[in-house]
């Protein structure tokens, strides 16, 4: 798989707090309950740079003290995508970023052998086509998932998609961009490459086992 990717499209939040974050998150000794927490932490960041080209339209507004000009977001409408599992571990975050935000599921899972990603659930808002989705996965290895995501939505008429992950490899990006020439990427995190178990080098090892406690 060639690793190869544009840098143009992929947005590296790399706030000091979010380098934080991350390497607790990537310690083997963080608990579940920090794990989770530590998410949704990084997903509110991750909205704040996904969210940041939203147009504005001015709104007169009356203080306390007088009338004035605001600006305020010009109508557009959202929808986040988490890919099950370990998607929903991001949905709150963004939610407190964006409470008004439509919620659609789209459910995955990866082949242990293959580790080909194979679609068993589907389900978002009806006007999905009208919507910015913001499809959230902590971890982008193959790309496998994300690739099958963004075509989905894509055949429901959806032109804005914007994938929203913590911790990426070089071969998942490269992966999404040939797959989609318009989907854009935000990560916390470009780590290594992939190991022969397609999991990410150094990474967090599996996120949904992590964030749920399963394992």
Known sequence: MSCVYDPSRVTLIDHPLVQ????????????????????RELALFEGYEATRDFPLEDVAVTTPISETVCRRLSGRKVAIIPILRAGLGMVDGMLELVPSARVGHLGMYRDEVTHE???????????????????????LATGGSSIDAIKYLRRQGVQDIRLLVLVAAPE???AVEQSDPQVRIFTCAIDERLNE??????????????IFGTK
Do not use: N, W
């Not at 934080?20 to 963080?30: F, G, N």
């Not at 589907?122 to 910015?132: L, T």
């Open 197 to 210: 178990d397609a999991y990410i080098v150094p990474g967090l090892g599996d996120a949904g086992d992590r």
């Open 172 to 174: 998942g990006l490269a």
């Open 20 to 39: 934080h974050k991350l390497a607790i998150m990537r310690s083997v000794d963080t608990g579940t309950k920090q794990f989770r927490e530590l998410v």
């Open 117 to 139: 990603p194979h679609e068993y659930y589907a389900k978002v808002p009806a006007d999905i086509e009208q919507r910015i989705c913001l499809v959230v996965d902590p971890m």
